[in-house]
C-alpha cells in the first residue's frame, strides 16, 4: 500500500507557501534561549518554531534534553511570540505530554522510525488527533521502512502527513554528516507524489555552511519546506553547535534560495522533450553494452566452472575498479558514481557466474 489517505497541511491563519520554513534550536536548553531565539526568528518573518524537548543521543552521558519541564516554554512561544511550535516525539507518552501543552506539530525521528514497535505506540497515541506529523527517514537507506512508518501513522487516522529528509547514517567519509542519497526521497515523491516532503539540511550537513548548498538542492527536486536548526548562539548550543545558523544568518541563506518552476511552458517543454529523447537513445544503448559485457561474464564462469577456478578473483576486481575510475574520472564522472556503478556491475557479474558455477 503506497498510496495514502492524505490531507493539505494546514495551520490557522498560517498560508505555507513553498518552501514552508520550520526553524529553531536543535534543543530547548533554557527558557530564556527558547523565547529569545523565538523572537528573533519571529523578528525575521519566522512563523513556525521547533526545538527539541527530548533528545535520543547515541551514548548516555549526553545531554538528552530537559524533557517535559520544557513544555511550557514552546507554550510560552505560542502564546507571547505568537508562533507555532513543534517538536519530535518518540514515543506514546511523549505525544501525550506534548498535546497536553498545545504543541502544533509532531515529528518523529530517524531512531524511532527505523523501529515499527515504536511507531506503532506513536500511532496508537495518535488516533482521533487531527495534527500535522512528519517522519523522518529512518537512519539507514531503507525506503520501505520509510514508506512502512508512513503507513503506520496514517492508518491511525492522521491526514496531514509530510516526510522529512534528512539524510542517511553511512561508514563511507563524505563532507556530509549523513548522505543525502537524493535517488530515495525521489523515489519517495515517485511512488506518492501527493506527500509533501520537507528537507532537514542542518543534519544532512552537519555543517552550517553547508545548509544553503543542501536547501537549494532540496528546493531545485521540489521539496516543499526545510527544517533548519537556528539558535541564538550556535557556537554555545548544547547540542550540534557546528549545524545550527543565527536567525539573521538563517534569513540570508532562505533569502538566496532560488525555487524552480515545476511547470514547463511550450517553449521549453519541446527542447526538453528533445534532450529526454536523446537519452533515450544513449540509454539503449547503455542497456545493450550492459548485455554483451554480462554474456562475456558468463563466458568467463563456464571457463572458470570447467577449470575449477573461484568465482571470486581480488586483485582482477581491484584492477577493475582502480582503472575504470581513473578513466572515469578524467571523463568527468564522479568516483562515488562509478564506484556505486562497477559495484553493480560486478554484483550482477559474481551472480551470474555463481548460477553457472552451481548448476
Known sequence: MDKLN??????????????????????????????????????EGYNIFRAG???P??????????????????????????????TEVANANHVFEALKYGVDILWIGARTTANPFAVQEIADALKGV??????????????????????????????????????????????????PQWQ???????????LPIICDPSHISGKSELIYEISQEAMDLDFDGLLIESHRCPEKAWSDASQQVTPKNLK??????????????????TE????????????????????????????????????????????RYDEIMNNRKERG?????????????FESIHKESVSRQNDIMNK
Open 252 to 269: 540570508e541563506i532562505t533569502t538566496k534560495i532560488e525555487l524552480r518552476d515545476p511547470k514547463i511552458g511550450e517553449k521549453p517543454r
Open 57 to 86: 543521543r547515541t551514548r548516555p552521558g549526553a545531554f538528552e534534553g530537559v524533557g517535559t519541564l520544557g513544555l511550557p516554554w514552546l507554550k510560552r512561544v505560542k502564546e507571547e511570540v505568537g508562533m507555532y511550535v513543534g
Open 130 to 179: 487531527e495534527i500535522p506529523v512528519l517522519v523522518k527517514n529512518p537512519v539507514n537507506p531503507d525506503l520501505e521502512l520509510w514508506i512502512g512508518a508512513l503507513e503506520r501513522i496514517n492508518r491511525a487516522g492522521v491526514t496531514k502527513l509530510a516526510a522529512i529528509h534528512r539524510g542517511f547514517s553511512t561508514y563511507d567519509k563524505t563532507k556530509y554528516r549523513n548522505h
Open 272 to 315: 526538453l522533450d528533445n534532450l529526454r529523447l536523446t537519452i533515450d537513445e544513449l540509454d539503449t544503448k547503455v542497456l545493450e553494452v550492459l548485455q554483451k559485457r554480462m554474456e562475456i561474464s558468463e563466458s568467463i564462469g563456464k571457463y572458470k566452472r570447467d577449470n575449477n577456478i573461484t568465482i571470486l578473483q581480488s586483485r
Open 184 to 194: 530515495i526521497p525521489i523515489e519517495l515523491k515517485r511512488r506518492i507524489p501527493e
Open 53 to 55: 524537548i527530548w533528545k
Open 6 to 43: 492524505l490531507e493539505k497541511i494546514s495551520l490557522p491563519g498560517l498560508d505555507l507557501e513553498r518552501p514552508w520554513v520550520i526553524a529553531g534550536p536543535c534543543s530547548a536548553e533554557t527558557e530564556e534561549q527558547v523565547l529569545e531565539t523565538a523572537k528573533q526568528l519571529k523578528a
Open 329 to 341: 574520472m578524467k571523463l568527468g564522472l564522479s568516483d562515488e558514481f562509478l564506484t556505486d556503478l
